[in-house]
Structures are given as C-alpha cells and as structure tokens.
C-alpha cells in the first residue's frame, strides 16, 4: 500500500482578512484549492485538519511577552501588529494559532507513518516572524515552530530548513544562527526585503557554517538557481545530512509575481522539489513537510503549489494547470 502525501488546510485560514489591496489576501489559498480539487489525483492526498498550536511549542520560538501582545492586538481589533504591513484583524490570532499548527499535525502524520511526506496550505505566512515581532505579512514564525517541535516532541536532533521563498527568512535565521543541529538554507532576491541574507550570514559561534545564504541578483532565472542549487545548497545539506527536511515553501520568485524580480518558472520548483525529495530519501526516510510563505500572483501560485504538491505525491495521474 502505497503512503499518502498529506495536505493540512482549514477554512480558518481564510478568516485572517488584511486591508484591502494587501497582497497576502485569502484569495491566495482560494485560488490554489479551485486548482487542486480539479486535480485527477486530488483524492489521492490525506487531508488532515490542524488544530490550534499551543503556547508550549510557540515558546520555543517566540518570546511569551509578544504572544500575548500579538493575540491582543488581534482580537482588540487593531489594523496592524507593529509594522503596517502586517494587516490584521480579529479572526488573525486564530488563523495564526492555526498556521504554526498545521506543520505540527503534519510532522505527527509522518513520523507515525500515515504520510510520506505533507504540504500545508496555509496563511498567515511565517519566515519573517522574529522572537519578539511581526514582519512581513507574519505573526508566528511556523517552520521554526515545527523544527523545534520535530527536536523537542519527536526526539529528532538534525533538521534541515530550506527555504526558496523570493525573500529572505530573516526570522528563521535569527531562530538558529547559534544552533548547529538546524540548518537553514535559504535562496532569495538580494539586496531586497527584508536586507537580511548576505553569503557572508553563515551563523554565530557554535552554529557557524549552519547557515547557507544564495543571495540572488534581480533577474535571476532557472539557470542561475539550478547552479546555486547544486553548488552551494546540495554539497552543505549532504554535509548535514539532516533527519528530517523543511521547506519553507514560497512561489513568489516566480516571473510572474508582481512583489519580485526573480524569474523562475514553474518547472524549476519541480526540480527544486525533486532535488530535496533525493536528500530527505538519501538521509531522512523521506521525511519531508514544506510549509506555505509567500506567492502573490493567484494563477502562478496555484500552479506551483498543484506542481509541488504533485511532486510530493509521486502520482502516476495527470497534472492539469
């Protein structure tokens, strides 16, 4: 019997409403779901619902003074949590608790074997979120929440964070440039928002060389991300030979997102998927979860999703974008 990939998503996520024209907006996950229930192998997915994630494992990451400031922003109904460009509103906290939450039902999926692998659709995104404050569209930083759920709950000690979203993980970065049992690789536009994810950023003190920044030029494509893949990112990550992979999943390095300038098209996240697919095989049973960050061109987003999404899932059926 062959083990399904898992998809976590949840009406909640749409619940998180920003200001209008934001770009992080719930038609980004509507828009992806209309794609992927037309898909033939749609079916094929495990769908698990996530819950609530609890303060215990947000604490690993974030500090408890910015939790209770963030959920009160939230249900007080402020318009924005500490920069104006995260755009909340009473469901957010909700919808947030729910975002670091999926990754966490996911991980339980897979380590006890009802998934190969899992994908979570979901928002508010969360690469930006620092110990200590929001960021760019972010509340709850969720990869970093997952990894050390992964370490903490499920007693894995090597974890691997790539992250290919067009904007760097200034969050996921700070959470361990001190750590070397979590590797964070991360490809993305530079000089470009947030300023963070210089080559030189390679961790400090014991988790020096943990961190792997591929600063890319605007107008970067295929080619040049395939080199930095394979000259930078596979050699490090085999190194480490990590335990477990996580992807924080953005699509707005695509040519068609309107928040970038990098030109990647939708058959270089399947080869990007296909290459860290070999790594999690290679050293981590296959164990891989990636995570939802950005994607801001509704029709690019979903076809890249439905392609990863699809990679994951190893289907013998047809791919329809």
Known sequence: MNVPTALAYSPVFLAHQTAAGHPESPARLTAALALLERQPWYPELLQVLPESASPEWLQEIHTPAYLARAEQACLSGQPY???????????????????????????????????????????????????????????????AILARYLQRRHGLNRVLILDWDVHHGNGTQHSFEADPTVMYASLHQYPYYPGTGAAQERGTGPGIGSIINCPMPAGAGNAEYTQAFQQHILPAVVRFQPEFVLISAGFDA???????????????????????????????????????????????????IATHLHTLSDSSAELHL
């Open 81 to 143: 949590l500490d920069t104006p460009d995260v755009s909340i509103s009473t469901d957010s906290w909700t919808a947030a608790l729910h975002a670091a939450g999926a990754g966490l039902v996911l991980a339980d999926a897979v380590l006890e074997g009802r998934a190969r692998n899992g994908f979570g659709l979901l928002r508010p995104p969360g690469h930006h979120a620092e110990a200590d404050a929001a960021l760019g569209f972010c509340l709850l930083n969720n990869i």
């Open 254 to 304: 695509h040519y068609r997102d309107p928040l970038a300038d990098i030109r990647l098209d939708t058959a270089c996240y399947r080869w990007m998927s296909l290459r860290i697919m070999e790594v999690a095989d290679q050293y981590a049973d296959g164990r891989l979860i990636s995570l939802l960050e950005g994607g801001y061109h509704h029709q690019a987003l979903a076809e890249c």
